[in-house]
Nanobody
Framework: QVQLVESGGRLVQAGGSLRLSCVVS????????MGWFRQPPGQEREFVAT???????SYSGLVKGRFTISRDDDKNTAYLEMNSLKSEDTALYYC????????????????WGRGTQVTVSS
């Protein structure tokens, strides 16, 4: 019913920038609050950023000031703009959607993409 597809992940040098996209199909994006999470190799999944239906955003302290989450409801697409990338940002990045209010808990999100790999070389 609800499908999320991430794209944009690739190998990038430290200090570089990258923009991830998440296309939502089924209900329109406007129905959802959205989140980005990531899972470094061998580590647990962690919160990155969220954006509510009205555009309110929240960020992990690990990325605040470097990453920007946004949404374009007309295109049914959420984005994660990543700047000043560090090797510690290397992870499989997931987008997620919820009909509930956005928060940092992965359990809040009912729908997940398959992930897109971001690898930052130093």
């Amino acid at each position: 019913q609800v499908q999320l597809v991430e794209s944009g992940g690739r190998l990038v040098q430290a200090g570089g920038s990258l923009r991830l996209s998440c296309v939502v199909s089924g209900p329109p994006l406007s129905r959802f609050a959205m989140g980005w999470f990531r899972q470094p190799p061998g580590q647990e999944r962690e919160f990155v950023a969220t954006i509510g239906r009205g555009g309110f955003t929240s960020y992990s302290g690990l990325v605040k000031g470097r990453f920007t989450i946004s949404r374009d409801d007309d295109k049914n697409t959420a984005y994660l703009e990543m700047n000043s990338l560090k090797s510690e940002d290397t992870a499989l990045y997931y987008c997620a959607a919820t009909f509930a209010s956005a928060d940092s808990r992965s359990s809040t999100y009912d729908y997940w993409g398959r992930g897109t790999q971001v690898t930052v070389s130093s």
